[in-house]
C-alpha cells in the first residue's frame, strides 16, 4: 500500500530517521519542521497520513490536529510526544487525532500505526465520494412539500427521454439544479453539461459565447474559439433566462434546434452538435411573444415539456430543511463546528416572504454564520429581521443597523470590497458609496 506522509518534527535528526524508515516502507515523505511550513506543504500537496510532534516551535500539535482536521478532514493525524502525558493524549483524541504515541517507548508501533491509518484514510474518501454521489442527481433536490415533489416527479420522468424542457419559475427556485439533476439522470450524463445566462451578455458576446467564432471575425477575436453548442455535443446545453435572448440570436438558436447545425461567426463552414436543451426564463414567454419580445415558433419549439417551479413562499413546510442544508454546507466552509441553532432562529426565518426564494435563503444562512455570536445562530444573527430592543434609541436605527452590518460582513472578508459587496447583495460602487457615506475606511 502506498501513501503520502507528512512528517512534522523539530528535531532534525529524528525527522529525518523517520523519513528514511517511512521511505523505505515506498511511502511518499515529505517533512516539516514548523507548523507553518507544514500547513502550507498542505495546501501544496495531497496528504494521507500526518505525523506530528506534539512540541513545536510554533504551535502546540494537539491544537494543530484541530486545524488540520477542520481543513483536511479525510487525513489521518499521529501524534509524537518525547514525554507522555494523559491530559494531552486525552484532548489530542478529542481533537480528532487517530493515535497518540511516545517517542522511544513506541517506536516499534509506528509502521503498523501507519498502515492502520492508511486504511482508516481509505474509508474516509470512500465516504466523501459517497456523500458527493448522493449530492448529485435528483438527491440534490431538497424538500418534502406537495409541490416540489411533483416537480421533482415531472423532472425524474423527462430524464429518461431526449426531449427539450422549458424550467419556468421565479428567480432563484433552484431551475439550473434542476437541470443539472435532468443531466445526471439522463443516457447523456458521461458528456458535458454546459450552461449560460442568456442575460448577462450583449448580443455579440452572447453570440460567441453560444456558436463560437474564428479569429478576426470581431474586435478583440483574437484566436479562434469553440462555442457553448459545440462543446454540449453528446451532452446538454441550459440556457438560463432565456426571456432575455435577442431577437436576431432566437431565429439562429431556432435553426440549431430544427437541424443540429451551426454557423461560427467569421466562418462560412457548416458545423453540427448533437445535445439536449433545457432552457429556464422567470419571464411568462406568452406575454413577451405579444409585446413582440419573443419568437412564437421558437416557443412552441421549447415548451415540449414545462416543468413549473414553485416559489418558496408556497413551499414553507421545505424552509427548515433547506436552511439545516445551508447550515451545514456553509459552516464547513467557513471551518466552523458545533453550530447550535435556536428555535427562535427558524422563526424569525419563517415570518420572511422569501422573493428572492431559495437563492435568498442561501445568501441568508451564510451571513448569518458570519455574524453569529459564541456559534450560535438565533434571531440577532439575522440583523434585517431582528426585533431586539434596547434602552439607545440610535441603535434602533436603520443607519445604525446597517453600518454595523457593513462592519461585519468586510471584518469577515479581511477588507474584499468586492466579496463584501457579493455577501451584502449590493454593487460594489453602493457598497463604496455606503462606506463613504458612513465615514468607514
Same mark, same amino acid.
Given at each position: ?6 512528517i ?7 525527522l529525518k530517521?523517520?523519513g ?12 516539516a519542521?514548523?507548523?507553518?511550513? =507544514? ?5 501544496? &500537496? ?6 506530528s510532534?506534539?512540541r ?18 479525510h ?5 509524537m510526544t518525547?514525554f507522555g ?8 483524541? $478529542?481533537?480528532?487525532? &487517530?493515535?497518540?504515541l511516545?517517542? /522511544? ?22 465516504k466523501?465520494v ?8 435528483? %438527491? ?13 416527479k +415531472?423532472a425524474?420522468r423527462?430524464?429518461?427521454?431526449d ?10 427556485? /433552484?431551475?439550473?439544479?434542476?437541470? %443539472?439533476?435532468?443531466?445526471? /439522470?439522463s ?7 454546459v450552461?449560460? %445566462?442568456?442575460?448577462a ?10 456558436? /463560437?467564432?474564428?479569429q ?6 483574437v484566436?479562434?474559439?469553440?462555442g457553448?453548442?459545440?462543446e =454540449? ?12 435572448m ?5 431565429a ?9 447545425e451551426?454557423? $461560427?461567426?467569421?466562418e462560412?463552414?457548416v458545423s ?6 433545457i432552457?429556464?426564463?422567470n419571464?411568462n ?21 414545462e416543468i ?9 413546510e ?14 464547513h ?5 458545533a453550530?447550535q441553532?435556536?428555535?427562535? &432562529?427558524y ?5 420572511n ?17 458570519i ?18 430592543v434596547?434602552?439607545d434609541?440610535?441603535s434602533?436605527?436603520?443607519?445604525? +443597523? ?11 472578508t ?8 457579493r ?7 453602493t ?10 475606511r
Open positions: 500500500m502506498s501513501g503520502n506522509i507528512l512534522i518534527d523539530d528535531e532534525l535528526k529524528l530517521l523517520l528514511m524508515i517511512l521511505s523505505q516502507e515506498d511511502f511518499n515523505v515529505k517533512e519542521s514548523t507548523a507553518r511550513s =507544514a500547513m502550507t506543504m498542505l495546501e501544496q &500537496y495531497e496528504f494521507d497520513v500526518v505525523l510532534d506534539v513545536l516551535p510554533d504551535a502546540f500539535g494537539v491544537e494543530l490536529v484541530k486545524s488540520i482536521k477542520t481543513k483536511y478532514p487525513q489521518e493525524v499521529i501524534l518525547a502525558n494523559i491530559t494531552d493524549a486525552v484532548q489530542a483524541m $478529542k481533537n480528532g487525532a &487517530y493515535d497518540y511516545v517517542k /522511544g517507548d513506541d517506536n516499534d508501533k509506528i509502521i503498523p500505526l501507519v498502515y492502520k491509518a492508511l486504511d482508516k484514510v481509505k474509508d474516509n474518501k470512500s466523501i459517497q456523500k458527493k454521489d448522493s449530492q448529485k442527481g435528483f %438527491n440534490q433536490i431538497i424538500g418534502h412539500s406537495p409541490a416540489i415533489l411533483e416537480a421533482k +415531472l425524474e423527462v430524464a429518461l427521454t426531449a427539450t424542457v422549458l424550467l419556468t419559475g421565479e428567480t432563484g427556485t /433552484g431551475k439550473e439544479v434542476f437541470a %443539472n439533476a435532468i443531466h445526471d /439522470g443516457e447523456r450524463k458521461k458528456n458535458n453539461f450552461a449560460i %445566462n442568456c442575460s451578455f450583449s448580443k455579440e458576446i452572447l453570440e460567441s459565447e453560444l456558436f /463560437g467564432h474564428k478576426g471575425s470581431f474586435t478583440g477575436a484566436k479562434d474559439k469553440k457553448l453548442v459545440e =454540449a455535443n453528446g451532452g446538454t446545453l441550459f440556457l438560463d433566462e432565456i426571456g432575455e435577442p431577437m436576431e440570436l432566437q439562429k438558436l431556432l435553426r440549431v434546434l430544427e437541424t443540429h451551426f454557423i $461560427k461567426m467569421g462560412t463552414k453540427k452538435s448533437d445535445f439536449r436543451l432552457a429556464a426564463t419571464r414567454l406568452e406575454e413577451e411573444i405579444k409585446q413582440g419580445n419573443f419568437r412564437e415558433d421558437l416557443y412552441f419549439r421549447l415548451n415540449v415539456f413549473s417551479l414553485p416559489p418558496l413562499r408556497e413551499r414553507k421545505d424552509l427548515k430543511i433547506l436552511a439545516k442544508n445551508f447550515i451545514d454546507m456553509f459552516s466552509k467557513l471551518h466552523l463546528s453550530v441553532v435556536s428555535p427562535e &432562529y422563526k424569525t426565518l419563517e415570518k416572504d422569501w422573493k428572492g426564494n431559495i437563492r435568498e435563503l442561501r445568501n441568508t444562512v451564510e451571513r448569518s454564520l455574524l453569529m455570536n459564541e456559534n450560535i445562530l438565533n434571531a440577532e444573527s439575522l440583523p434585517h429581521y431582528s426585533e431586539k434596547t434602552g434609541k440610535d434602533l436605527s436603520i443607519r445604525s +443597523l446597517e453600518k454595523e452590518h457593513i462592519q461585519k460582513v468586510l471584518h469577515y479581511k477588507g474584499n470590497k468586492a466579496e463584501a459587496a455577501l451584502l447583495e449590493i454593487g460594489i460602487a457598497l463604496y458609496r455606503k462606506l463613504e457615506e458612513y465615514g468607514l
